[in-house]
Every structure is written in structure tokens, then in C-alpha cells.
């Protein structure tokens, strides 16, 4: 493994482990206050964890047990290369000089280093803004120099806290693409709230909840089987826990969810079962499909989406048409019977 981490820091209450294998990019999710600026600030260096051990290619960063250091290796000594949201560029440096420095860093000759940044601004489609400042290039221009001058460091792991977070809809694109070619091969953990970031950049998604990582494991199997609530939500997905009967999950409330393939697990076993709000109806005088689960909630918010609206209902999510949520009269606080079809439902075992 490339990096291993094992930390604890109580005050925030953060007890987590993680790995993350050499030559791969891990997507970092969660809910606000999950604790993920809390691990990049431990393996960045800028927070000692009450207890802990971070290895990065088997040299050891972080060794520290009940608040007595063992090791520490400070920040700028760890060849590890942070990018935000910011660029962070050096106001008084050009595109070049910004890169250079990067370049400079490692102690590379300044005409090497010139030589070496024109290549790299080259390579990234840039070489005609060599000279321009910070304040002279677009968001996501500026964005395209600070990876390019976090790579020029040579470290041996990048972390990108939601780098495209404050770009326009419209830029986010071709950074995405260009981050991806530039992350192949490299050992990296990139912090996003966006499922295409995590499918674009990441092999394996990570996911913590409450300071603790809840999921890890390759990107789709994560968002096609999610076993955490901000996981299914961040899947797009309805999810549900019970206990299987044998013919249906039975939930917690008692009700019976209905599903058709057939599930090799014992009576009793805890299962997830995962579902899309296109597939749930919210029913008003239609019948009632053979096959089905009626589960009753109430209305929580209307959100409009493209052509449709998410009407979120607690724990579940439908689609429907806005002349539905008219006719319906749906608002917050009504109540209404979502059904969902046996077919349109995968279940699974808790556990991997």
C-alpha cells in the first residue's frame, strides 16, 4: 500500500483507518463535518492527530501514541502536494514563474526550469498566457497552473480538496478531463461532493460518516451498492436496511418491501435494498401495481430537477412531472403513498 492511515483525534471525533493503493486516485465523500479536511490535514501535516501512524510508501510520516511523537515529519518535508479550492498562485509570478517554482523547488537549474515549465504549460494548453499574472487568467486557467505547478514538486501524493468546487458549470469539464490524465498513475485523494468527479478521478471511493470511514471500495461498486445513507443519496439512489424473510425485506416500521429477484441469504439476515426515484410513484387515483410496496410518508422539500421535480419524502425520493406535484397538490407536509415496483429493486447483504 502507498498510504496507510490510522488516526485519532477525539476532539473532533475523528477514529479512522484508510488505505490507499500506489498509482491510484481514491474519491473522498461525505456530509459536511465528516471529517474530511480533518484527514487531509493529517496527512498534510498541519494537524497532529491525538494518536496515530501514517505511512507513505513504507516512510513512516506520523507515529504518535496518547499525544507523545515518536516521529514527525514537518509539512514540507513530506512531498506531499496540496491543491484547493483556490489556486493559491503566486500573485507576483507569472503562468511560468508560478511553475518554475514548483520546478526550482526540487533544485532544478532556472534555465532547466524555464525549459521544463514552457513544456509543461505546452502540454496543458496554455503556452500562450507563459506571461500572464494570476489576476489575468480565468478560474480555471488559473486552476490548470496550480495542478501543473503541485505536479512540477514531483510528490509522491497529491491531495485535491474539491478543486473544481468554485469554477463555473462551463469550465468544470475540461479540468475534470485534464486533472484525469494528469492523475493517471499517481497516488492521489481527491475530496468531492460530485458523483462525476468521484466516476471521472477516482478508482476507489472512500466515505465517511460521523469521523469514521463507513465505505471503501471501486467506485461503482460503491454507487451501484451503497450501504450508507450519504452513500445512497450521494448514488442518487433510495435506499432502505431490514431484515430478509425470505420473500421481502421487512423494515424496521414493519412494512414489508416487496422484491422480485430472489436473494440467497438467510431468514433474519440484514439486507440494503436500493432503488431510483424515477422508479417510485407517488399515487393518486392509479391503481395499485400488482407487485408493489405502498410505504406512506410525508412531503419534506420539492426540488426542481431539469424537466421534473424531487419530491423527498423523509427517507425515500420520487421523480415526477410538475403537472403531478400540481394535480397532487403536493407541498411540504403532505402526506402521500409512495409505491415502488418489486422489479425496480436490488437488494443486497449488508456487508461485502
Not at 474519491?27 to 494537524?47: E, F, Q, W, Y
Not at 500572464?132 to 480565468?138: E, H, I, K, T, Y
Not at 440484514?270 to 431510483?276: E, G, L, M, S, Y
Amino acid at each position: 500500500m502507498s498510504l496507510t492511515v490510522q488516526a485519532e483525534v477525539p476532539e473532533r471525533g475523528v477514529d479512522l483507518e484508510l488505505e490507499i493503493p500506489s498509482g491510484t486516485t481514491t474519491a473522498l465523500v461525505g456530509p459536511n463535518g465528516a471529517g474530511k479536511s480533518t484527514l487531509l490535514a493529517l496527512i498534510g501535516g498541519t494537524l497532529r492527530p491525538h494518536c496515530g501512524r501514517i505511512v507513505l510508501e513504507d516512510r513512516v510520516l506520523v507515529d504518535i501514541a496518547d499525544g507523545r511523537a515518536r516521529t514527525w515529519v514537518p509539512p514540507h518535508a513530506r512531498l506531499v502536494a496540496t491543491l484547493g479550492q483556490d489556486p493559491a498562485l503566486f500573485p507576483h509570478l507569472t503562468a511560468l514563474g508560478n511553475i518554475m517554482f514548483g520546478l526550482r523547488a526540487r533544485g532544478i537549474p532556472t534555465r532547466r526550469a524555464k525549459t521544463e515549465a514552457r513544456d509543461r504549460l505546452e502540454q496543458i494548453g496554455l503556452l500562450e498566457l507563459a506571461d500572464r499574472r494570476p489576476a489575468q487568467l480565468s478560474g480555471g486557467q488559473a486552476q490548470q497552473v496550480a495542478v501543473a505547478r503541485a505536479l512540477a514538486t514531483e510528490p509522491r501524493l497529491l491531495l485535491l480538496d474539491e478543486p473544481m468546487a468554485a469554477l463555473d458549470v462551463d469550465v468544470a469539464p475540461a479540468l475534470r478531463e485534464q486533472l484525469r490524465r494528469f492523475l493517471e498513475g499517481r497516488t492521489a485523494l481527491v475530496v468531492s461532493h460530485d458523483v462525476l468527479d468521484a466516476m471521472t478521478l477516482g478508482r476507489n471511493l472512500a466515505v465517511l460518516e460521523g469521523g469514521r470511514l463507513v465505505e471503501h471500495g471501486p467506485v461503482l461498486e460503491v454507487l451501484n451498492r451503497p450501504r450508507s445513507a450519504f452513500a445512497g443519496r450521494f448514488a442518487g439512489l433510495n435506499l432502505l436496511t431490514g431484515r430478509w424473510d425470505g420473500r421481502a425485506v421487512s423494515l424496521d416500521s414493519g412494512q414489508q418491501l416487496l422484491i422480485d429477484a430472489p436473494l440467497e441469504q438467510p431468514p433474519g439476515a440484514v439486507v440494503h435494498a436500493a432503488f431510483r426515484p424515477s422508479a417510485v410513484q407517488v399515487l393518486g387515483s392509479a391503481p395499485m401495481p400488482p407487485r408493489a410496496t405502498r410505504l406512506r410518508r410525508a412531503v419534506s422539500a420539492l426540488q426542481p430537477l431539469g424537466d421534473l421535480v424531487r419530491v423527498r419524502a423523509g427517507d425515500l425520493s420520487a421523480d415526477v412531472t410538475p403537472q403531478q406535484v400540481s394535480a397532487l397538490h403536493l407541498q411540504p407536509g403532505t402526506d402521500i403513498d409512495l409505491v415502488i415496483d418489486a422489479e425496480a429493486v436490488s437488494a443486497y447483504p449488508s456487508s461485502g
